[in-house]
Each structure stands twice: as C-alpha cells, then as structure tokens.
C-alpha cells in the first residue's frame, strides 16, 4: 500500500512563489518507474490536470501554468514537487498529486491509482 502526503500549502499574494511537495510512503518498490502528477480543483470548479512528469522526466503542462509552474522529481526520495511562480489568483485551489504506473504523452495509461488528500492554496 502506498500513501502520498503533500504539503507546502499556504497563502501567497499575487505574483509571489510558492513549492508544493509530495512524498510516497508505503510500498514504493518500482515507485521511480510511476509517473506523477498534479491536479487542482477551485473552489466550484471541476478538478483539472496541472502537470505531469514520466519515469524519465518528460513534462507535460496544462497552458495555463506554463512558463509559471515546474513539477519535477527526487526518485531517491520518492518525492515529487509543483514550484509555483508567478501567482495569479485563479490558481487558488486544492491541489492533489497522483501516481499511475505509466504514462504516454502526458497521458495515464489507465487510471491514477493513487492520490493525496490535497493541499490548500490560496492566491490573493
């Protein structure tokens, strides 16, 4: 069984930074091969996909975060992170990561297995 804890959640003026990690505990053998991902839900809105990255790195990003948001990863430390700069109020949200055991194109083949209990961030 595996968990993924996030944090670095908090409230941030518009403009600033922000980095979000998340880290996998539990039965992360064959973890470094999963790809990793972000998504966020506003409040009233659907959730939506952030970012993702693939075992080897590849990043794929929804078009309202590039160029502002890096996720990228620590394989020894099972970590994932989101940096978040350039901060619009519209980015306020709870933001999860997620975990599928395998991705193409910035796409899960099949269904992400695992998910955070989320993080609040809050833009003003």
């Known amino acids: 069984h595996v968990q993924l804890v996030e944090s670095g959640g908090g409230s941030v003026q518009a403009g600033g930074s922000r980095r979000l990690s998340c880290v996998a505990t539990?039965?992360?053998i064959g973890w470094q091969f999963h790809c990793m991902a972000w998504f966020r839900q506003a409040p009233g809105k659907?959730?939506?996909?952030?970012?993702?990255?693939?075992?080897?790195?590849?990043?794929v990003y929804a078009d309202s975060v590039k160029g502002r948001f890096t996720i990228s990863r620590d394989k020894a430390k099972n970590t994932l992170y989101l940096q978040m700069d350039s901060l619009k109020t519209e980015d306020t949200g709870v933001y999860y990561c997620?975990?599928?055991?395998?991705?193409?194109?910035?796409?899960?083949?099949?269904?992400?297995?695992?998910w955070g209990q989320g993080t609040q961030v809050t833009v003003s």
């Open positions: 997620a975990a599928c055991r395998s991705c193409s194109g910035g796409v899960c083949n099949g269904d992400f297995a695992y």
């Open positions: 539990g039965n992360t």
């Open positions: 659907a959730r939506e996909g952030v970012a993702i990255i693939d075992s080897d790195g590849n990043t």
